[in-house]
């Protein structure tokens, strides 16, 4: 057994010096190599080894994040409840309890929320009775202490033999030594998503029966920023302890500071003085960091196209950029209607609710329509995933609409007019699989969730979906071909979910069809970062981005570049802190580690920054730092009305930005 530790600051070459480590294993075609990394970008950092090694493949090379390292040492042995089966459950647990959190459980995302707070609670290994055991004269805290014990309890009940995604961590460490996975392996970590106590008991094991460990983490080095790195640190005191626990000391390596990504001195100053007290000015005329003040969104996304033109005019890859947006949501429609009129190729790094999108909302509204409500039949039968052609819901539309039909009027028979016998065929085609399933709407879950896979099946929805998918990769709209094509089997897997937790139990149809709604907001679809020419979009609260030559970092605004709030949730911050204070650890949002991530984003380009912020509200206090940091920094105002592809081209060519 052996550990190494990497310490080093942004840009020292932490992941270059892990890359050549992993160069010189593979020399050797019997190592076990096991790469560990964020779930976001294990794809990208396989692809960037095999680049580096020079190699087309490298046979007994795995990249896993944490989670599927878990999953690989259970083999199967386990299945473990998706994010609908908890927030399912959740639901369940609340309707067996009397008026929990004072009706608060009613209010949109509470589910989502106590969802979260219930991984939460395991991962920090927190029972019913431990949160009982708590005191605190807050008498507000102490009933949501309570409730929130009340109903991990019945949580914990209700799941029964299924385990939590909170319990798998433990149940790999377990099991490790069964398994030769990590017998002998050669296991190299950059970066992982958690290291929560329970994650933590599964790299002890990981460090207790491989071979060599080696993990890199950012350091301040010999820089002066006060508590700027302290989350990473803590990071690091608690794998020393786990490595120690194990009776293995690491061996700490610290980067030469001087050893830089950056091909310019502007950007090599920044990440030595972002954060630095005191920090240096820097004196000379500055280039290649670049300050924009715009009166709106639309405008601040006007400049960040006519940039990327530009930078793509003078011969750079759009792979080689990305925009870093605070508050990514408000952004996405300018960026996506901009990017797609000039022709730049883009990709968003968000991951999409599996309510969100067309075929959610047909079975959404067929089940309403279903359940009773014919408001809602003719969303149901004129949606492009009925059983009726578009020229049959043309046919049928034009009848409907000549007599002023409504939805209840699709329950009778169609005989006025002299097109009657053509417009009754159609209603009785569309309306036969939505009156089947109405029948089998009052049965128990099981027989519920059978008659709505049934109808799903027998209204040829699912086809449509699949020809839509098709339609959008001909297109070339590769991303929402991705993930599309995963829509219908997340569904599925709602719904089987959902008979798994209330399996006989009699629901009416308007708690299931709540109980799906919830299951589909609760998923989320992740997207395979594209290997194509594409500028990447990512929001600072989650963006770990690759190696990267101009980065426009977009909506520097206060509260945001850092952000001052954590995540809704059941407990406030402030409430997790007084817990914490009193030795009660449900994980807190730390200043610091908010800080990080601006500074991860910020430091990473290797030739140009781009910084924008609007007056629709103040600006970040990043925005006075880097302008007393760089007393010589222009700040641009005047931005273009970019109407069209063609003006913002032009519009570029005659440009100062360039």
């Known amino acids: 057994m052996g550990v190494t530790i990497i310490k080093g600051r942004s840009g020292s070459g932490k992941s270059r010096y892990l890359k050549e480590h992993i160069r010189h294993l593979i020399k050797n075609p019997l190592k076990n190599i096991i790469v560990i990394t964020a779930g976001s970008q294990t794809f990208e950092t396989e692809r960037s080894i095999i680049e580096r090694c020079g190699v087309n493949g490298i046979l007994g090379l795995q990249v896993l994040s944490i989670q599927r390292l878990a999953y690989a040492l259970l083999e199967g042995s386990q299945k473990f409840m998706t994010n609908a089966d908890k927030a399912v459950v959740c639901k369940k647990a609340l309707l067996s309890l009397v008026s929990p959190f004072h009706g608060a459980a009613d209010t949109p995302d509470f589910i989502s929320c106590l969802s979260n707070l219930m991984t939460r609670l395991k991962d920090y290994s927190?029972?019913?009775?431990?949160?009982?055991?708590?005191?605190?004269?807050?008498?507000?805290?102490?009933?949501?202490?309570?409730?929130?014990?009340?109903?991990?309890?019945?949580?914990?009940?209700?799941?029964?033999?299924?385990?939590?995604?909170?319990?798998?961590?433990?149940?790999?460490?377990?099991?490790?030594?069964?398994t030769d996975l990590l017998s002998g392996a050669q296991v190299v970590i950059d970066g992982m998503d958690s290291y929560s106590p329970s994650v933590m008991l599964l790299i002890q094991k990981v460090i207790e029966l491989a071979e060599d460990v080696m993990i890199a983490f950012?350091?301040?080095?010999?820089?002066?920023?006060?508590?700027?790195?302290?989350?990473?640190?803590?990071?690091?005191?608690?794998?020393?302890?786990?490595?120690?626990?194990?009776?293995?000391?690491?061996?700490?390596?610290?980067?030469?500071?001087?050893?830089?990504?950056?091909?310019?001195?502007?950007?090599?100053?920044?990440?030595?003085?972002?954060?630095?007290?005191?920090?240096?000015?820097?004196?000379?005329?500055?280039?290649?960091?670049?300050?924009?003040?715009?009166?709106?969104?639309?405008?601040?996304?006007?400049?960040?196209?006519?940039?990327?033109?530009?930078?793509?005019?003078?011969?750079?890859?759009?792979?080689?950029?990305?925009?870093?947006?605070?508050?990514?949501?408000?952004?996405?429609?300018?960026?996506?209607?901009?990017?797609e009129k000039s022709g730049i190729p883009f990709f968003i790094d968000e991951r999409r609710a599996l309510s969100d999108n067309t075929f959610f909302d047909f079975l959404h509204k067929s089940l309403l329509a279903a359940a009773g409500d014919a408001l809602y039949v003719p969303s149901y039968v004129f949606s492009s995933y009925s059983p009726l052609t578009d020229k049959e819901k043309h046919i049928l539309r034009k009848y409907v609409q000549f007599y002023s039909y409504?939805?209840?009027?699709?329950?009778?028979?169609?005989?006025?007019?002299?097109?009657?016998?053509?417009?009754?065929?159609?209603?009785?085609?569309?309306?036969?699989?939505?009156?089947?399933?109405?029948?089998?709407?009052?049965?128990?879950?099981?027989?519920?969730?059978?008659?709505?896979?049934?109808?799903?099946?027998?209204?040829?929805?699912?086809?449509?979906?699949?020809?839509?998918?098709?339609?959008?990769?001909?297109?070339?709209?590769?991303?929402?071909?991705?993930?599309?094509?995963?829509?219908?089997?997340?569904?599925?897997?709602?719904?089987?979910?959902?008979?798994?937790?209330?399996?006989?139990?009699?629901?009416?149809?308007?708690?299931?069809?709540?109980?799906?709604?919830?299951?589909?907001?609760?998923?989320?679809?992740?997207?395979?970062?594209?290997?194509?020419?594409?500028?990447?979009?990512?929001?600072?609260?989650?963006?770990?981005?690759?190696?990267?030559?101009?980065?426009?970092?977009?909506?520097?605004?206060?509260?945001?570049?850092?952000s001052k709030?954590?995540?809704?949730?059941?407990?406030?911050?402030?409430?997790?802190?007084?817990?914490?204070?009193?030795?009660?650890?449900?994980?807190?949002?730390?200043?610091?580690?908010?800080?990080?991530?601006?500074?991860?984003?910020?430091?990473?380009?290797?030739?140009?920054?781009?910084?924008?912020y609007n007056d629709a509200s103040a600006p970040s206090v990043l925005i006075d730092r880097i302008k007393r940091i760089f007393p010589q920094i222009k700040q641009r105002l005047k931005l273009l009305s970019a109407h069209s592809a063609q003006t913002m081209r032009s519009y570029f060519r005659q440009s100062a930005i360039r």
């Not at 005191?135 to 102490?142: C, F, M, Q, S």
């Not at 960040?304 to 005019?313: D, M, Y």
Request: some cysteine.
């Open 126 to 178: 927190q029972t019913p009775e431990s949160l009982r055991r708590i005191e605190t004269p807050d008498e507000a805290l102490r009933q949501k202490l309570s409730d929130t014990a009340d109903v991990l309890e019945k949580y914990n009940e209700l799941c029964g033999s299924m385990k939590d995604t909170g319990d798998m961590y433990m149940l790999a460490a377990q099991r490790a030594n069964k």
């Open 218 to 339: 950012r350091s301040k080095g010999s820089g002066s920023e006060q508590g700027l790195f302290s989350s990473e640190e803590g990071d690091m005191e608690r794998f020393i302890e786990a490595s120690i626990t194990v009776n293995v000391e690491p061996k700490l390596i610290e980067l030469d500071e001087k050893n830089r990504r950056y091909s310019c001195s502007e950007l090599a100053h920044l990440e030595q003085n972002l954060y630095s007290y005191p920090y240096e000015k820097y004196t000379d005329p500055v280039e290649n960091i670049r300050l924009f003040n715009a009166k709106d969104t639309g405008s601040e996304v006007d400049m960040i196209t006519a940039a990327i033109l530009g930078e793509a005019a003078s011969g750079r890859r759009y792979r080689d950029m990305a925009i870093v947006a605070g508050n990514l949501g408000s952004y996405i429609p300018s960026l996506k209607m901009n990017l």
């Open 406 to 562: 409504k939805g209840w009027h699709f329950y009778n028979e169609f005989w006025r007019g002299e097109n009657a016998k053509t417009a009754e065929t159609l209603r009785s085609k569309v309306m036969q699989p939505l009156l089947k399933l109405t029948d089998k709407l009052a049965g128990n879950t099981h027989t519920q969730i059978r008659a709505i896979k049934e109808f799903l099946s027998s209204s040829s929805s699912e086809e449509k979906l699949e020809e839509l998918a098709v339609r959008l990769a001909e297109n070339g709209m590769n991303t929402q071909r991705e993930y599309l094509e995963q829509v219908s089997g997340r569904i599925t897997e709602v719904l089987e979910g959902i008979s798994r937790v209330f399996g006989d139990m009699s629901i009416s149809p308007a708690e299931l069809i709540e109980l799906i709604k919830t299951g589909c907001e609760a998923t989320k679809i992740a997207i395979i970062p594209p290997s194509t020419d594409e500028v990447g979009i990512f929001d600072i609260s989650v963006a770990r981005l690759k190696n990267i030559d101009v980065l426009f970092a977009a909506g520097v605004q206060d509260g945001v570049w850092p």
């Open 565 to 612: 709030s954590s995540d809704p949730g059941i407990l406030s911050e402030s409430e997790r802190q007084t817990l914490y204070n009193s030795g009660i650890d449900l994980g807190i949002t730390d200043l610091n580690a908010e800080k990080l991530k601006v500074y991860t984003a910020l430091v990473k380009p290797k030739d140009r920054l781009y910084i924008s």
